[in-house]
């Protein structure tokens, strides 16, 4: 069996696959998604047996389009309107009609700009 290891465009292209926010279903995991944060709403305390802390809700967009983000606890102050961030698996979600992504339990969100 040939490894492509030694060929960086390939691993290039495992790696670091960017979704779009045209490519979003609800109900799917997100692998990487990249996108700019264009809004960020008030943070609000929430008390649930999965989870105690504060949340903001806030919006981004990519070249394809608008979405709904979620932000959790440190992420708040992480983040400023304006950043381009990276959720990497994180889940995405409808809400009223809407898409809405987040890191979820087990997700990530990267600062990659400012």
């Given at each position: 069996?040939?490894s492509?290891?030694?060929?960086?465009?390939?691993?290039?292209?495992?790696?670091?696959s960017?979704?779009?926010?045209?490519?979003?279903?609800?109900?799917q995991?997100?692998?990487?998604?990249?996108?700019?944060?264009?809004?960020?709403?008030?943070?609000r305390?929430?008390?649930?047996?999965?989870?105690?802390?504060?949340?903001?809700?806030?919006?981004g967009?990519?070249?394809?389009?608008?979405?709904?983000?979620?932000?959790?606890g440190?992420q708040?102050?992480?983040?400023q309107?304006?950043d381009?961030?990276?959720?990497?698996?994180?889940w995405?979600?409808?809400?009223?009609?809407?898409?809405?992504?987040?890191?979820?339990?087990?997700?990530?969100?990267?600062?990659?700009?400012?």
């Amino acid at each position: 069996m040939e490894s492509d290891s030694g060929n960086p465009d390939i691993r290039k292209k495992i790696t670091h696959s960017r979704q779009k926010i045209s490519e979003l279903k609800a109900n799917q995991l997100i692998q990487r998604l990249e996108l700019v944060l264009l809004r960020i709403y008030p943070q609000r305390m929430v008390y649930s047996e999965q989870y105690v802390g504060p949340v903001a809700a806030a919006c981004g967009r990519d070249e394809t389009g608008l979405v709904g983000v979620v932000l959790w606890g440190e992420q708040i102050q992480r983040v400023q309107v304006g950043d381009i961030v990276s959720f990497e698996s994180g889940w995405c979600r409808e809400r009223k009609g809407e898409l809405v992504v987040s890191t979820g339990r087990n997700g990530r969100l990267t600062v990659l700009g400012r």
